[in-house]
């Protein structure tokens, strides 16, 4: 999947194409962002990246009404929306906000921010979202947030939009305080589903693509890695409905009967939204019975998504 400059030139008829000719092409095809690279020990690595996220998002700053017709009918012809939303393994998971979690409950490196950022390697990016801008292309503001840089890229995905002199590098400080202010703002933290993410989104329910995807579904958790779920304490809760504004996913309702709060577990993906910002403390995160442990690394999560493809 991932392949060498020198394995690549293998595969294709070498009296096609020299050397110098294919260096030129990858290289092109990496500036516009429409393959991965990575460097190591002076050796240059490419690879296919996938449409969303990958290729969509590489696009952020060279958006046109033309290119999103062309995406849009391509969506739908091909129903990829769909796909993406019910892959067996999925893309994202979610980082909970860090004080929703019950402290008994030993939080893993991968599900707690601070910790992440912390052992995480550099360089760190911030890149306009996509999905802001396309729903702002469309006259559509998001509702959570007036910023746009909310997606934020680390090591070699990082290098690599740097190489293309897009993003702007930011520190490792910076990096956690602007993710900590989407928490705050009610935006969902997304990274990719591995151990060491490539990337972390702050997600909102009124642009994001894959968050208004899993809103049709039935039961969006199937095809979500989490490993908490919300729970409501029934005597402390007042009915007073914030979290029910909070959750980005609807997985929350008020049962009209008792005028208490009800998670839809078929739907909660364990963000932590509502946690904080309730007036009695009546809900909690618990982590679930089984924890999944998510892929090592993007290499190893591609990997596993492409076997569960092809069962
Ligand atoms: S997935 Fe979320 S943060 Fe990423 S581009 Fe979409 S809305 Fe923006
Ligand atoms: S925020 Fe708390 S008190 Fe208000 S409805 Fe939700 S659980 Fe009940
Ligand atoms: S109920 Fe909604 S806001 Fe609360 S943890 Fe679940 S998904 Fe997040």
Redesign the pocket.
Known sequence: MIKSFEEIHELIKKDEMSIEELKNVLDKMVSKGNIGWRERDGINYYRIIPLVVGLDESKVYDLSLEYLKLLFEYMIESRFPLKLVTSKVPQLRTIPVEQ?ITPQHYIKNYDKLKSLIENMEGPFVVLDCICKKTAALGGNKCKMTSRLETCFVFGDIAKTWLKRGLGRQISKAETLELLQKGEEEGL?LQSSNSQKPEFICCCCRCCCGILSMQKLIPNPIKFWRSN???EIDTELCEGCKT?VE????D??MIKKSKNIAK?NFN?????????TTGPTHA?R?VKKKDEILPPKDYIELYEEIMRSENK
């Open positions: 929703s969902i908490y779920y919300a979290c909070r959750c980005q996913v997985a929350i998670v739907r909660c993906i364990g963000c932590g939204n509502c946690v809900i995160l």
